[in-house]
């Protein structure tokens, strides 16, 4: 996962979260820690193949980036083994301001 900067020469790529997303599902820009910065929330799907029983991908993971207004983001694992929805993702937004 990366996202990319418009610099003077160009965009310059950034890598997030280390390696390649599977079955991205839900990519979310807002304030989430309301320090009037902006964060990025991302998560895989779980679950793809109806078929199956089982998750297609167990270690789906939930990450919220938190970015500092300089263009770094520090990475937070917030879930693994979870299918997400955008009902989902309101409902962690919810628990993620009601603790902030
Ligand atoms: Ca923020």
Redesign the pocket.
């Given at each position: 996962m990366h996202w990319q900067s418009d610099e003077f020469r160009g965009l310059v790529g950034h890598d997030l979260a280390g390696r390649d997303v599977i079955h991205g599902h839900t990519l979310e820009v807002?304030?989430?820690?309301?320090?009037?910065?902006?964060?990025i929330f991302a998560a895989e799907m779980a679950k793809w193949t109806e078929q199956r029983p089982d998750p297609d991908n167990p270690n789906a993971k939930a990450w919220i980036f938190?970015?500092d207004g300089s263009g770094n983001f520090r990475q937070t694992e917030l879930v693994t083994g979870n299918a997400f929805t955008k009902d989902v993702w309101l409902t962690l937004m919810a628990m993620v301001i009601s603790i902030s």
């Open positions: 807002g304030d989430i820690d309301g320090d009037g910065y902006l964060d938190y970015g």
